[in-house]
Nanobody
Framework: VQLQASGGGLVQAGGSLRLSCAAS????????MGWYRQAPGEKRELVAS???????NYADSVKGRFTISRDSGKNTVYLQMNSLKLEDTAVYYC?????????????WGQGTQVTVSS
């Protein structure tokens, strides 16, 4: 599975951005999709995830501001980010879990930079 992320950029605090990540067709069935982020000097952390049944999970720091959604027909996951804060600045990585028979794998996108300025 190849993941192509887009939508990052520079935005002022309080602004909005929408990230998209499209997963290529493959022998793997897509299960959960989500976004992680990594700020300089920090560990990569989960931002939000969504299962193939639509159940969502958010980091406490983004609850109420970010919304994750997916279009299963297009194998695409979105992250709508509103009320952005300086501390949201990070490289955002798309993440997908795929399964093929009994085999399960994690797949990662290349990362897209989100920079929030004051």
């Amino acid at each position: 599975v190849q993941l192509q992320a887009s939508g990052g950029g520079l935005v002022q605090a309080g602004g909005s951005l929408r990230l998209s990540c499209a997963a290529s067709r493959s022998k793997f069935s897509i299960n959960a999709m989500g976004w992680y982020r990594q700020a300089p000097g920090e560990k990569r952390e989960l931002v939000a995830s969504i299962t193939n049944r639509g159940s969502t999970n958010y980091a406490d720091s983004v609850k109420g501001r970010f919304t994750i959604s997916r279009d299963s027909g297009k194998n695409t996951v979105y992250l709508q980010m509103n009320s952005l804060k300086l501390e949201d600045t990070a490289v955002y990585y798309c993440h997908v879990t795929g399964s093929w028979g009994l085999l399960s794998r994690d797949f990662w996108g290349q990362g897209t930079q989100v920079t929030v300025s004051s």
